[in-house]
């Protein structure tokens, strides 16, 4: 059995780019095990939307042997975490994985809202925590003062961090050094019965569903019969092993190990990150702590623009499923956009990165409502009622009352842009928790704020109106009462209830009116007036028309060029198949977003 | 098919200057005059063996257009023209247009042009207010062309159309209004009416997206061409064509043949053809278009077989474009299938809107119609 001692698991956590993965990429490099062909930039992110997004949605991992100055060889097991609010859960899972963690901070930029946020995660795990001053190759590199700002703000010894700089190379070395010496080694008997952490899983469309595990107690074998103690549901190994990077099969793994499992599973469902797997002949007595199945906390309907393609969004969705255990969806029907589904999602991220994959991987054209969360009605009968979708609310004489989910959001900012964060979060109905001085540079301000007002817009808002300084973190925080009415829109006498919104009474009458307007703005003109209406219930909040147009003429022949007019032609028909026909009226797509957004980041606010 | 006439349409590339609007193949225009003049001549050599190269079929009217084919010297165009007769044959009343910029300097060809066998002007006026002329890039003002109008009817041109674009930046409908009246005082027998359109890869379209120019309200363009519908035939005017206007008798004879979808044969860089139901589109630059064709290869940047389904429905669509409509008995005799019934679902969901209306003998734009003529034309593609 390997040694334990010359063992170590970690991850790395940090704000958003201050180097989290050019800091994987040169441990994985300056530990000798890729060589330069094999070496993409950024090598443990690996689909294009998440490169493009600029984050890592699933975690990988890799084993790295180092050589380290006292002439021994460690392994060195690194877990990536995702980067995103919205999988606060999978990073989490991600920690528990590890004993220790390095919290990277960009040299010049310090500690901001997710360096905090994921420093809090790491201490609920309990792990080991090394800071790590990163590019400190950049003029406005400041050590000192992150050092500071790391005792004073986060109440962490910095005695030990180590400056580096991962893009220019600088002190890797003594980084690598510092992980053996400061971060302890993993414990776990290897005769136990097996528990072996899932703390990530992926799909493959040729293999099934891969578990990455982090092996805690016990021993996995190839071969081995293996249960998932959430599901009960049995697998044989077909495959075990370990990243390095290239997957490596390997005959066991033992504690502290970290590999991977193939096992002809059909879908992620039966991987859950953080489900315990144990020997299916030997099970253990309990499973790892912290389980929790994916809870979607953000909701919107998906249509398929094209009513045939309804069964195709179907498959599609099904599809993705197969990898995304944190994605749910449900049939649901709109008066005004048919048959279509209310699909369920971590969070706006995990939203967009859905919707995205549907029209490109897929060629689906879709309409997406905008975001809701969940509301919990209590009627006048004394019953409660879930709604995930704002058409659906009950008749405001039945309602007794409402409640919306909350956050906790810490938005950290230099102290001159203060005032504008705390006006914005009044607007969106926050309650100020805290607000610190925490140094001269970081003011950090804690607010409880209601989900539905930070679900569209308000990160963009921030960061416009702070010049892109604050940065923002929250967290899931409880839920609250709220003095809550749903605002329909009519077009043309026809309430349209895919463009229903909820929102608070206070500012109902003001929302209806920009709505209207920004509708007013998105509609093309059509061959009659379209009359647009607000409305609470019976009562009309706005309204405003778009008259109808009067010329649509191409009058030049184009010296006979037949074919040019075709082709513009038929692109014009093709914007017109684009867009959804209610009642009598083409609607774009853009339309169903536009609701809930504000005028300072709306496309039609800025016309 | 060799044998029956065709219309003939040949491209001069070249321009003094590119207008802000424009989108079409145009070339050297600010080149040292040696190269200019190569250009031109290579340009010259080209077209002249991309026609000695076509079947031999005689032209039911011809149509020299431009870019500004005034810029290229006379002794050119009227060889080009006798190269046409020569090589297929001139119908004995064929019309022969040729576009020119109302400007004394190609006013003093006109005399040459007349005597050489053109019968036809196409004079780009477009505006009767300097200001405008020059916001568009145009290099004439409003008393040159007012005397290129006199000269032509002077060297013979009893034959000659004016365009005139409305709905330009800043135009008020009254100026609009005075604009057609002066035109109509001129005399013309043929008036073409253009909205200003904004097409992509101009000048136009980044001073619009810059916000150097301001496009003109949708509701002011369309009252202005609502005004010319009803005035001009009040004044005795024929709206022939969605853009057409005419003087009893004085129709263009070329541009009905795109309309009624008949066949034509474009000579030149970017000129486009319609023969045996293919269509295709020449290479638009014309040092590329000269090469291929020189060097023995195909100058044909895009081509398409249409099919005996797809010809009925650009039938359909162009002859609508016309005010007496698409005749019926023409239409069977052609095509050899009921007009009604062909299209039935089309006819009643146009009919509904109020966009067409069968007469005894033809399917014609309404009025609404008429001012949302793409709108119907997308039924047909």
């Known amino acids: ?607 | 098919m060799s044998g029956l006439p065709w219309a003939v349409y040949l491209h001069v590339p070249f321009c003094v200057r590119r207008c802000h609007y424009c989108d079409f193949a145009t070339a050297a225009l600010s080149l040292h005059p040696a190269e200019r003049t190569a250009r031109v001549q290579r340009w010259h050599q080209a077209v002249q063996a991309e026609l000695a190269s076509s079947p031999p079929r005689p032209a039911s009217s011809v149509f020299f257009g431009g870019g500004t084919p005034t810029t290229v010297p006379a002794a050119v165009l009227t060889g080009l023209l006798d190269q046409i007769r020569d090589h297929g044959g001139l119908l004995p009343d064929a019309e022969v247009t040729i576009e020119a910029n109302p400007t004394t300097a190609e006013a003093d060809l006109f005399g040459t042009l007349r005597a050489a066998g053109f019968n036809r002007l196409s004079l780009g006026v477009q505006s009767f207010d300097d200001r405008l002329l020059q916001a568009l890039g145009r290099t004439h003002d409003v008393a040159q062309a007012v005397r290129a109008v006199d000269l032509a009817r002077a060297a013979g041109f009893d034959n000659y159309s004016l365009d005139l674009m409305f709905a330009l930046p800043g135009q008020s409908l009254a100026d609009w209004q005075r604009a057609l009246q002066r035109a109509v005082d001129l005399g013309p027998p043929h008036l073409s009416l253009y909205g200003l359109a904004v097409e992509a890869g101009t000048p136009l379209e980044q001073l619009v997206a810059s916000g150097r120019v301001q496009l003109l309200d949708e509701d002011l363009a369309a009252d202005m061409y609502e005004w010319a519908l009803d005035w001009l035939p009040a004044q005795g005017w024929e709206a022939y064509e969605i853009a057409s206007f005419a003087r009893p008798g004085r129709r263009g004879q070329h541009n009905q043949v795109y309309w009624r979808n008949e066949e034509y044969r474009g000579f030149g860089p970017g000129a486009a053809s319609y023969v045996a139901r293919r269509r295709w589109t020449n290479l638009a630059a014309s040092e590329a278009y000269a090469a291929a064709v020189l060097n023995g290869g195909d100058p044909v940047a895009e081509h398409e077989q249409r099919s005996l389904a797809e010809e009925q429905r650009e039938t359909v669509y162009l002859g609508l474009r016309m005010r007496d409509g698409l005749e019926v008995a023409r239409f069977e005799q052609r095509f050899g299938s009921p007009l009604d019934a062909t299209f039935a679902a089309e006819w009643q969901r146009l009919q509904a809107k109020g966009w067409v209306e069968r007469t005894p003998t033809h399917w014609r734009l309404t009025r609404q119609g008429v001012l949302l003529s793409n709108q119907v034309f997308l039924e047909f593609v």
Request: proline share 6%; glycine share 6%; aromatic share 6%.
């Open chain 1, 1 to 607: 059995m390997s040694d334990l001692s010359r063992i170590r698991c970690f991850s790395i956590v940090a704000h958003i780019d201050h180097g989290k993965s050019t800091l994987a990429d040169r441990l994985i490099e300056v530990a000798g095990t890729v060589d330069q062909r094999q070496m993409r930039a950024q090598l443990l992110d690996s689909m294009d939307l998440e490169r493009e997004h600029g984050i890592t949605i699933k975690a990988s991992a890799v084993r790295l042997p180092y050589l380290a100055r006292d002439g021994q060889e460690y392994t060195l097991n690194l877990i990536d975490t995702p980067g995103h609010v919205d999988f606060s859960y999978e990073v989490s899972r991600a920690l528990q994985a590890c004993e220790g963690a390095l919290l990277v901070v960009d040299a010049a930029q310090g500690v901001e809202a997710q360096t905090i946020a994921n420093y809090h995660l790491a201490l609920e795990q309990g792990l080991t925590i090394l800071p790590v001053i990163n590019k400190i190759d950049l003029p406005a590199a400041d050590v000192p003062r992150r050092l500071e700002e790391i005792e004073e703000i986060l109440s962490l010894p910095a005695d030990d961090a180590v400056a580096i700089s991962a893009r220019a190379k600088i002190n890797i070395d003594g980084l690598l050094e510092a992980i053996v010496r400061h971060l302890p080694p993993p414990t776990g008997d290897p005769d136990a019965p097996l528990r072996a952490l899932i703390f990530d899983s992926k799909f493959d469309p040729y293999r099934g569903a891969v578990a990455y595990v982090r092996v805690v107690e016990g021993t996995l074998r190839a071969r081995q019969n293996i249960r998932m103690m959430s599901t009960g549901k049995s697998f044989e190994i077909g495959e075990l092993g370990v990243f390095t990077p290239a997957p490596t099969p390997i005959q066991s793994l033992g504690p502290g190990d970290v590999g991977y499992i193939i096992a002809n599973i059909r879908t992620v469902a039966d991987t859950r990150v953080g489900d315990t797997v144990t020997d299916a002949a030997q099970p253990a007595a309990e499973a790892l702590p912290g389980y929790q199945p994916a809870k979607p906390m953000v909701f919107s309907g998906l249509y398929p623009v094209d009513s045939n393609d309804y069964h195709d969004l179907r498959e599609a969705l099904e599809k993705l499923q197969l990898n995304d255990a944190a994605l749910s969806f449900e049939p649901e029907t709109s008066a005004a956009l048919g048959l279509g589904f209310r699909a369920g999602f971590l969070g706006l991220l995990h939203m967009q990165i859905v919707q995205e994959r549907l029209e490109r991987e897929f060629n689906i054209d879709l309409i997406c409502t905008a975001a809701s969360v969940i509301y919990q009605i209590l009627t006048t009968d004394g019953e409660l009622h879930e709604i995930h979708n704002p058409a659906n609310l009950p008749d405001p004489q039945r309602i007794d009352q409402i409640e919306e989910p909350t956050v906790r959001a810490t938005i950290m900012t230099p102290p001159d842009y203060v005032g504008p964060c705390l006006d914005l979060c009044q607007t969106r109905r926050g309650e100020l928790l805290t607000l610190e001085y925490a140094s001269p540079t970081r003011t950090m301000i804690v607010y409880k704020l209601p989900l539905a007002e930070i679900l569209h817009d308000f990160f963009d808002v921030l960061k416009s109106r702070s010049r892109g300084y604050a940065t923002l973190d929250y967290e899931l925080d409880g839920s609250q009462v709220a003095d809550l009415v749903k605002v329909d829109l009519m077009i043309n006498g026809d309430k349209v209830d895919a463009l229903s919104a909820i929102l608070h009474r206070s500012v109902a009458q003001d929302r209806g009116r920009e709505l209207c307007d920004r509708l007013r703005a998105i509609l093309p003109r059509q061959q009659f007036e379209i009359r647009i209406q607000a409305s609470i219930g019976a009562k009309i909040l706005a309204s405003a028309r778009v008259s109808a147009f009067r010329k649509d003429v191409t009058a030049k022949c184009y010296g006979g060029d037949i074919s040019r007019k075709r082709k513009l032609l038929e692109k014009q028909k093709e914007g017109k198949r684009r867009m959804k026909q209610i009642g009598s009226v083409e609607i774009p797509q853009e339309a169903f977003l536009a609701v809930l957004r504000s005028d300072e980041t709306s496309p039609a606010g800025k016309r």
